[in-house]
């Protein structure tokens, strides 16, 4: 069973930046897609970004284009987010996703359990 966990989460003043990562201790996720999720209260989950099982590939929520980057390190079995000029509407726990298909619907198979971020005003 793969088990997903994020870190880097935290409050940070309205544009600050915060590194998000995602790894699966005792697995290997290079033959995966990892996405990034976030789920504000009273809101449904949205994705954020992809990145294709290589790193070659990714894509971009609207909202957090231009300000936003995921990258991976397959030898280090890593996955980041790294987010700049953060805003309040930022706010929301970010989850990473691992499944077999690039995409930012929420149908990915294994899931963390998640990380606050709480953007200030």
């Known amino acids: 069973q793969l088990q997903l966990v994020e870190s880097g989460g935290g409050l940070v003043q309205h544009g600050g930046s915060l590194r998000l990562t995602c790894t699966a201790p005792?697995?290997?996720?290079?033959?995966?897609?990892i996405g990034w999720f976030r789920q504000a209260p009273g809101k449904e989950r949205e994705g954020v970004s992809a990145?294709?099982?290589?790193?070659?590939?990714?894509m971009y929520a609207d909202s957090v284009k231009g300000r936003f980057t995921i990258s991976r390190d397959n030898a280090k079995n890593t996955v980041y987010l790294q987010m700049n000029s953060l805003k309040p509407e930022d706010t929301a726990v970010y989850y990473c996703?691992?499944?077999?298909?690039?995409?930012?619907?929420?149908?990915?198979?294994?899931w963390g359990q998640g990380t606050q971020v709480t953007v200030s005003t």
């Open positions: 990145i294709s099982s290589l790193g070659s590939s990714t």
């Open positions: 005792g697995f290997t996720l290079e033959p995966y897609v």
């Open positions: 996703a691992a499944g077999l298909y690039y995409r930012l619907k929420d149908e990915y198979d294994y």
